[in-house]
């Protein structure tokens, strides 16, 4: 079969999702490190979420992507809904783009094939502020987009009953790209959105994954103005980022609500032909959106083998040292079950209780006594000393594990929970032989199965759309496969 890169991106999704499936997942369920498998979340369409200020134009841009309008837009806070706009595969496409069928929020949720199963938590007033609508726009072929309601001061903040915050973590976490859009207005209030997203995106994929928008554009009064407002943007982003350089910022404007809302004031707009290719140009990294899911995969597979590679870690370690624990334990236990035996026996003979024993009678007597000291050890003492011990691991699981790096320092508080609730569940009862083979792999997925992932994304990177490609992607960790069905036999 002849490959091109469309269907090498294809191969690629599916390969990186099998992996997720047949490798981590099994994992991640037998330790409690994710109640759902762990793919539910990244096995629907790529998705963009478009973030940012109400009436920043979000919806007018989405609509101008489509070419319809399928969104309400308005100045005032007009849609106070998430919305997830998706392909109708049955929908007549060459029809003029329209709502082909809308779904409310508890049937996007209880969707299995859907990946919001997980949003449930956030409540019934967010679940009746979540629709999906299927629209039959090319635009959407290879992708959906998540329109959100715009953020409004923390005061007003407080009365929508659901955390909006919370929500757009949430969102964030699963998009493959996300697009902040700002308005000359308001150029100055991106803390909160910034907040949410540095508190959930790995920090290695930030860069990659935001897309920040200077939108409205043809508001400014002149090319001064724009440029006046596109510096306050630059400086309050690294202000905020804490970075020196500045990311990205694509300039653009609906073209279609501009015209709705022009002639209002003296403006000189002659600018505005010379970006006039910006949009052309966001719309085309917005249709990148299926090689941001493969980066998101690989880094999603990154990120999870190296958390249950260091959960595992830890508990390897637990039940190394618990073993040490036992056994010098019931060393001293019987050293002392000796010595006590002795001395019992000696006092008995110094009473002259058991003046006629030989010495066969003796050794007899000390083998009974000191085994049934030993009994007694096991029995209470060193139950309780290995409850003991089991307890102090639970007071400070960081003493399982090292943490040098930075990274292993984040992981760690991502999978901490995680690991006491685990071995607190098990009562530390738990295969170490399978947990090692568990970390290994693990440690082989992160190690090797991630080299080969990067490994056949850069050779997409080199490909042009429709350019043959020599081999298929993969398959990523053979040698993992073999050795687990070796291990089968
Ligand atoms: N002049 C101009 N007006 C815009 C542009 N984008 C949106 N608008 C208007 O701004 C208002 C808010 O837009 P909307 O898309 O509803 O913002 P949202 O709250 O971010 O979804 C509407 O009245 C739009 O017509 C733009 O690029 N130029
Ligand atoms: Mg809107």
């Known amino acids: ?61 989405i609509n101008e992507f489509l070419g319809s309008d399928i969104q309400k837009t308005g100045q005032a806070p007009t849609d106070d809904s998430f919305t997830i706009l998706t392909y109708d595969d049955n929908a007549d496409p060459d029809s003029p783009v329209h709502v082909t069928e809308e779904r ?31 629209v039959n726009s090319p635009f959407l072929r290879e992708l959906a987009i998540i329109d959100t309601p715009g953020m409004l001061d923390s005061v007003t903040e407080r009365d929508r009953g659901y955390n909006y915050q919370d929500v757009i973590g949430d969102f964030a976490q699963i998009a493959d790209l996300i697009l902040v859009l700002f308005d000359p207005h308001k150029a100055g209030t991106i803390r909160e959105v910034h907040t949410s997203l540095r508190e959930t995106l790995p920090a290695r994929t930030f860069e990659d994954r935001v897309l920040f928008v200077l939108n409205r554009i043809d508001e400014c009064a002149s090319l001064n103005d724009l440029l006046r407002v596109y510096g306050t943007l630059c400086w309050n982003l690294s202000q905020i980022t804490g970075r020196k350089d500045i990311p990205m910022i694509h300039l653009t404007y609906s073209q279609q609500a501009g015209i709705d809302s022009r002639n209002r004031r003296e403006q000189d707009l002659s600018y505005l032909q010379y970006l006039e290719n910006q949009r052309e140009e966001l719309k085309m990294a917005v249709m990148e959106a299926p ?56 006092a008995l003979l110094v009473s002259g209780i058991l003046g006629g024993l030989d010495l066969v009678g003796l050794i007899l007597a000390e083998g009974l006594l000191s085994s049934a000291f030993f009994l007694l050890w096991i029995l209470s003492i060193w139950k309780m000393a290995v409850r003991r011990f089991h307890r102090r691991q639970l007071d400070q699981p960081e003493s399982l594990i090292s943490l040098k790096t930075q990274t292993q320092q984040d992981n760690w508080q991502a999978v901490q929970g995680k690991v006491f609730d685990f071995l607190e569940k098990s009562d530390g009862r738990f295969s170490s032989g399978i947990a090692r083979k568990d970390y290994e792999a693990m440690l082989a997925i992160f190690q090797k199965g991630s080299r080969e992932i990067r490994e056949a994304l850069n050779e997409l990177a080199t490909l042009r759309p429709g350019e043959p490609v020599t081999d298929p992607p993969g398959p990523f960790l053979a040698s993992l496969e073999i050795e687990k069905k070796e291990r089968r036999h």
């Open 1 to 61: 079969m002849q490959f091109y890169r469309e269907n090498y991106i294809n191969a690629l999704q599916t390969e990186l999702l099998d992996m997720v499936e047949k490798h981590l997942t099994p994992v991640a369920a037998r330790y409690g490190y994710s109640e759902v498998p762990l793919e539910a979340t990244i096995k629907w369409r790529p998705l963009v979420l478009v973030l940012g200020n109400y009436s920043s134009g979000k919806s007018a841009l």
């Open 104 to 134: 409310d929020g508890n049937f996007i949720l209880n969707d299995p094939v859907l990946p919001f199963e997980s949003m449930k938590k956030h409540g019934q007033r967010f679940t009746s502020h979540f629709r999906l609508k299927k």
């Open 291 to 346: 090689r941001h899911r493969l980066d998101h995969l690989a880094a999603f597979v990154e990120t999870h083998s190296e958390r249950l590679g260091q959960m595992l870690q830890a508990l390897v370690n637990y039940r190394r040292k618990r073993s040490g624990f036992r056994m010098k334990n019931l060393f001293t236990g019987w050293v002392l079950s000796l010595a006590c035996a002795g001395a019992a026996i000696g």
